[in-house]
Nanobody, 115 residues
Framework: QVQLVESGGGLVQPGGSLRLSCAAS????????MAWYRQAPGKRRELVAS???????NYADFVKGRFTISRDNAKNTVYLQMNSLKPEDTADYYC?????????WGQGTQVTVSS
C-alpha cells in the first residue's frame, strides 16, 4: 500500500509561484507514473500534469508553460513547480498515480491565488 502526503500549498498573489511536494511511502514508488490533479470548488477533479517513471512529462493545456512536474525517486517525492499563477488555479491539489488509484488519494494541499 502506498500513502501520499501533499504539502506546499498556500495563499499567493496572481503572478506568484508555489512549489508543491508529494511524499510517497513504499519502496515501489519509482515504478509508478505519477500525476498532479486538482479540484476547484464546485468542479470535478482534473489532471494537471503527469510524469512517467522514466521522466517524460505531459501537461494540461491550461498549465503548459507555467507549471513543471518533476520527481526524485531517491526521495520518493514528486514536485509541482507552479509559476505565473492565476486566480483560476485556485483549487485543492492532489497527487496520485496514472491512472489514479482510488485508495491512494491523500488530503491534498490547498492553493489560493488572490490579491
Amino acid at each position: 500500500q502506498v500513502q501520499l502526503v501533499e504539502s506546499g500549498g498556500g495563499l499567493v498573489q496572481p503572478g506568484g509561484s508555489l512549489r508543491l511536494s508529494c511524499a510517497a511511502s513504499g519502496s515501489i514508488f519509482r515504478i509508478y507514473a505519477m500525476a498532479w490533479y486538482r479540484q476547484a470548488p464546485g468542479k470535478r477533479r482534473e489532471l494537471v500534469a503527469s510524469i512517467m517513471s522514466g521522466g517524460s512529462t505531459n501537461y494540461a493545456d491550461f498549465v503548459k508553460g507555467r507549471f513543471t512536474i518533476s520527481r526524485d525517486n531517491a526521495k520518493n517525492t514528486v514536485y509541482l513547480q507552479m509559476n505565473s499563477l492565476k486566480p483560476e488555479d485556485t483549487a485543492d491539489y492532489y497527487c496520485n498515480t496514472i491512472p489514479y488509484k482510488p485508495t491512494y488519494w491523500g488530503q491534498g494541499t490547498q492553493v489560493t491565488v488572490s490579491s
